[in-house]
Structure formats: structure tokens, C-alpha cells
């Protein structure tokens, strides 16, 4: 079975994008003090949402290799679990928000034992039915739901700038899970099974249990995300779990660089922005990042993130023969 890399260049590449995801974080932690339109940082906190689901769907389809196409949907889900239980249930948001983590992980752990012995094309299929599936009952369950009108939300403050900060720190907590979870032995089982689904069962790795480890973990990520929106927007629908937006997640991705920790940042925070921009120019958003989405997955398979460090790593060898 080939191993994902020797454990010291895994360990040096990660600590290295760690490093520079630390950078970016950084960058963002310091916009608001040349952003001060309420507009434009309400884009950034939306974009920290974006980049939040990404990470959580990268760690399972960039690291362990299994392509869900329900992000959306358990960032719909954790929306509703915070909505639903301070509509009929008056619970407080420090009682609703957590369990925008437990409920989606609680079905992401049912559903993947069931769905995870498949692969390819069949766990594609089965997530995005599993998708529209719970999208529809959120959308027909009037009673309970408010269907298509939507669910109210409480905030947890009037202030946009605080709650650019909550999604920053939510966003620093994404990351360092994901970096935790790399950084213990299961983060290189789900590369093995990643690059060799058999050679690492052969191996005894428990396939399906560590598949089953990435696929909870990404949807309490998604479901804590779409909890924490659903706050900031004040209102949540079936809109959030259409599968535009799992296309606007893969795109970010696989844009940003899918398999490395920082990829996903770079990624939302640069397509999410640019969708703004490009809103003015006729709605021409999906098209553009889906031809964006077609050249990197066929030319630039480490997207943004690969190109910079293979014009660093060229920079840095001419450099050397220069000395």
C-alpha cells in the first residue's frame, strides 16, 4: 500500500500550511481596520462561512477521498436544530448553538455506517439524494419548520463587527481541528485510504470506522457553521441546503487547493468576494467558477495554494544556482 508521504515531509508540509493559514487568519483578523463598510464585512463574514464548510467537506473528500455532496445540507441542518429549538423550545442560543454541532454530527455518524461502505459515484449519489431528501422535508413541513418562509433565528449581537469576530474565532476552531486530526495517526489512515482504499484494509485499518471519523467530523464543522449563520442572518431556509451552494463549496475547494489545510481559505475568501463583485456583471457567477473549476481540476490539481508553492520552490532553486 503506498503510504501518503514519509511522516516527517507529512508532518513539515502540514506545520508549513498551518503556518501560512495562521497568515491568512491573521490578514482577516486585521481587515476591519481598513474595512469599515458594514456591507463589505458582512461579505467577509459570509465568505468565513463559506470557508468554514469547505474545510469541513475538504477533510473528507481532499484528505480521505470520499466525495459528499451534502455540505449544504448539514450547514442547512445545524441552521434549523439552533432555529427549531429556540422557536419550540424558548432555549437560549447557548443551548441551541451546540446543538448545530451535535445534531448533524449524531447523523452524519448514522449515515455515514451506512453510505460509507460505498464509494465514487454511488457516495455521490446517495449524499446528494440524502440532500434533497431532507431539503424537501424542511420545505413541506410547514407546521413545524415554517417551510419555505423561513425559521426566525435569535442574534447573538446587533454588531457586525462582533460578529465578524465570532466567525473568525469559529473559523480558527475549524482549522485546528482539521490540523489535529492530521496531525494524530488517523489523519495519515485517511490518506491511505485515501490513496489506496484496499491496500490500507489489507494493512488493518479499519476502513469504514476512520471514513466514518472524517464524514462526522466534517458535518458538526458544516452543521456548526450553518448554526452560526443562521444567527447572523436572523432567519434560515431551505435555500441554504441547495446544492448550489455545495457547488460554490467544491468550487472554493478545489479553486483554493483541495487536500492542504490552507487551500479552502484561500479559496472561499477569494471566490466568495469575487462572486460579489462579479453579482454586478449580469449573474454570470456559476459559470465563470465552473470553468475555473474544469482548468484547475485538469491542469492545477493543488489549485492555488500548489501554484504559489511551486513558483516559491522554482524561486527558491534559482536563488541556490544563482549563490
Known sequence: MPTPRHPNLHSSKLRNE??????VLAVLAALPLVVHSNYWLGVLIVSMYFAMMSCGWNLLAGYTGQFSLAPAAFAMLGGYATGLFSHHLNAPLWVGLPMAIVIPGLIGLVLGRIVLRLSGAYLALTTLSFAEILRLVIYNSIDFTRGDQGLNVPSLTDSRLAYYY?????????????YYVLRRPAGRFLQAIRDDEIGAASRGIDVVRYKTLAFLISCAICGFAGGLYGTFARLVSPELGLIAQTGLVIAMVVIGGMGTLVGPLIGAMLVYTASEILRDVGGIQMIVFSLLVI???????EGLWGLLRRFLGRHAATERKTV
Open 295 to 301: 482548468v484547475f481540476a485538469r491542469f492545477f490539481r
Open 18 to 23: 498551518l503556518w501560512l493559514s495562521m497568515l
Open 166 to 178: 465570532i466567525f473568525l474565532a469559529a473559523l480558527v476552531l475549524a482549522v485546528a481541528i482539521v
